[in-house]
């Protein structure tokens, strides 16, 4: 009876594997496939956060999962910025001026909210400030303001590769292992990634995103 079992199960794989293949499937892409894995300790995440107020008051840390929020109505990081409020994760360490860097996360955005960026890669030449940020309008994802890359994200987490190749002056970004969108880069002299909340326009007044999973990579 045993051997029927397994002959049965070993039938079943295979229907179920042709199937599989004849419908253009194929095995999930491993996108770190070639990278080597950087260790990011707490000292790597520097929190950059409304200024008159404590770090606790616009992020949080429990179960794996980092929630950042703020509001419309605060005030930028410093007291000599001037630019919109913001709660994010400044990935401090890994400040990279060449080579083939890589962004890996689980990100999740609740309903409400609108009009942010929430994961950014710093860097470019001015005047522009950013290689590439990804931001979130009325419930989809997009690059900078369009286009739109995914749509009905909000209370859904989804996994997101970001891959910047400074020599080639390439971005990839990747929603759930699918290559959403390709942009050519934006110059600077150094990059790093972030991310959280930092309000754009048309923004919220209420602004959070949570994040877990994150790490850092360079290519071999």
């Not at 942010?116 to 522009?128: K, L």
């Not at 400074?166 to 990059?191: C, M, Q, W």
């Not at 930092?198 to 071999?220: C, F, H, P, T, V």
């Amino acid at each position: 009876m045993g051997y029927v079992c397994k002959a049965v199960v070993a039938v079943l794989t295979l229907l179920v594997s042709c199937s599989f293949m004849h419908m253009g499937g194929s095995a999930p892409l491993d996108l770190t496939r070639g990278f080597t894995e950087l260790p990011l300790k707490s000292s790597n995440l520097v929190i950059q956060s409304p200024y008159d107020l404590p770090k606790s008051a616009r992020y949080s840390f429990a179960n794996g999962v980092h929630k950042l929020w703020v509001y419309a109505k605060d005030k930028p990081h410093s007291r000599q910025s001037k630019t919109l409020p913001r709660s994010e994760i400044r990935i401090k360490g890994y400040d990279y001026s060449s080579g083939v860097w890589q962004f890996e996360g689980q990100g999740f955005v609740p309903r409400g909210t609108s009009g942010v960026c929430i994961m950014q890669v710093f860097g470019a030449t001015r005047p522009r400030a950013t290689t590439f940020m990804l931001r979130t309008y009325k419930g989809s994802i997009s690059y900078y303001r369009t286009p739109v890359l995914v749509p009905n994200i909000w209370g859904k987490w989804f996994k997101l590769n970001v891959i910047h190749d400074v020599e080639r002056s390439n971005v990839k970004i990747y929603i759930d292992g699918v290559l959403v969108h390709e942009a050519s880069g934006r110059g600077g002299a150094k990059h790093y990634f972030k991310v959280g909340v930092y309000a754009q326009d048309d923004a919220s007044y209420y602004m959070e995103s949570r994040w877990r999973g994150i790490r850092i990579l360079k290519k071999n």
